[in-house]
């Protein structure tokens, strides 16, 4: 069982920037993929950056080159970088865990962009 812990939410004026890591307690490199979601309250977690284990990235066309997720295999940690941050990214950010049998899901970190 591997867990996931995110951290680095919190409060950011418009425009500003947070990171956001996801420290796994397992080999991130023996899953599919490793994946960042949000959600909004009333809302469906949606996808919102995923890396697989090869290194390609894809992420939702909201946050196309404003958001970047990357890596350290030495930490087992998952980034995601997030910059010129907008009131709509306001939600509770989630990190998943994606194998060939199922995933797995952190407990969440809030993200707070005032206007």
């Known amino acids: 069982q591997v867990q996931l812990v995110e951290s680095g939410g919190g409060l950011v004026q418009a425009g500003g920037s947070l990171r956001l890591s996801c420290a796994a307690s397992?080999?991130?490199?023996?899953?599919?993929?490793m994946a960042w979601y949000r959600q909004a309250p009333g809302n469906q977690r949606e996808l919102v950056a995923r890396i697989t284990s090869s290194g390609r990235t894809n992420y939702a066309d909201s946050v196309k080159d404003r958001f970047t997720v990357s890596r350290d295999i030495s930490k087992n940690t998952v980034y995601l970088q997030m910059n010129s941050l907008k009131p709509e990214d306001t939600a509770v950010y989630y990190c998943n865990k994606e194998t060939y049998s199922g995933s797995s899901w952190g407990q969440g970190t809030q993200v707070t962009v005032s206007s």
């Open positions: 397992g080999n991130i490199l023996s899953f599919y993929s």
